[in-house]
T-cell receptor, first 114, second 110 residues
Framework: EAGVAQSPRYKIIEKRQSVAFWCNPI?????LYWYQQILGQGPKLLIQ????????DSQLPKDRFSAERLKGVDSTLKIQPAKLEDSAVYLC????????????FGNGTRLTVT | QKEVEQDPGPLSVPEGAIVSLNCTYS??????FMWYRQYSRKGPELLMY????GNKEDGRFTAQVDKSSKYISLFIRDSQPSDSATYLC??????????FGAGTQVVVTP
């Protein structure tokens, strides 16, 4: 089974620029998550989708972050404008719909904002 | 106060030793307990998953949950250099919302 695919692997931008990350989940996984992992910390949930709909975006900084999941498959996460504190690894994960179904993570996009 | 507390380490052990990792959590509503392993520059991967208090064993790995103390542990027997990674504990409530600890970095030296 192919894993969760993310691109790009690395991105360096200047503050106030915009950036977008892409995720392709495991086939058949209706639930998709975006996590932010700052160096030395555990992953923090930004947004959870089930199919096309948003289940939880309570920790998404909506003034600068946006995410979409068109057609219930691929997803993009955008930051505009970026701040220095957005430097982190952005992890995408997917799972089956069943509650507490294990999450499968991609290898993340490492963002550096200078 | 964070909902899940975990000592960040690093924890350095010689090859063959037992690795002991711990987490505490604050909310008694948490029902499911997991350990994820994260290699450098990789995403976390699920290692162990348990629901009830007690021990669960899988090969060299044993997960232990004490709900009365809100304490979860992971033990790695006969540690190998390939076990060098960051170990993240995670808990969820009945809605499935995952809360991660900060992770403990483990280094197993040959």
């Amino acid at each position: 089974e192919a894993g969760v695919a993310q691109s790009p692997r690395y991105k360096i931008i200047e503050k106030r620029q915009s950036v977008a990350f892409w995720c392709n989940p495991i086939s058949g996984h209706a639930t998709l998550y975006w996590y932010q992992q700052i160096l030395g910390q555990g992953p923090k949930l930004l947004i959870q989708f089930q199919n096309n709909g948003v289940v939880d975006d309570s920790q998404l900084p909506k003034d600068r972050f946006s995410a979409e999941r068109l057609k219930g498959v691929d997803s993009t996460l955008k930051i505009q404008p970026a701040k220095l504190e957005d430097s982190a690894v952005y992890l995408c994960a997917s799972s089956l719909v069943r509650v507490n179904s294990p999450l499968h993570f991609g290898n993340g996009t490492r963002l550096t904002v200078t | 106060q964070k909902e899940v507390e975990q000592d960040p380490g690093p924890l350095s052990v010689p090859e063959g030793a037992i690795v002991s990792l711990n987490c505490t959590y604050s909310n008694s509503a948490f029902q499911y307990f997991m350990w994820y392993r994260q290699y450098s520059r990789k995403g976390p991967e699920l290692l162990m998953y348990t629901y009830s208090s007690g021990n669960k064993e899988d090969g060299r790995f044993t997960a232990q949950v004490d709900k009365s103390s809100k304490y979860i542990s992971l033990f790695i027997r006969d540690s190998q250099p390939s076990d060098s990674a960051t170990y993240l504990c995670a808990v969820t409530d009945s809605w499935g919302k995952l809360q991660f600890g900060a992770g403990t970095q483990v280094v197993v030296t040959p």
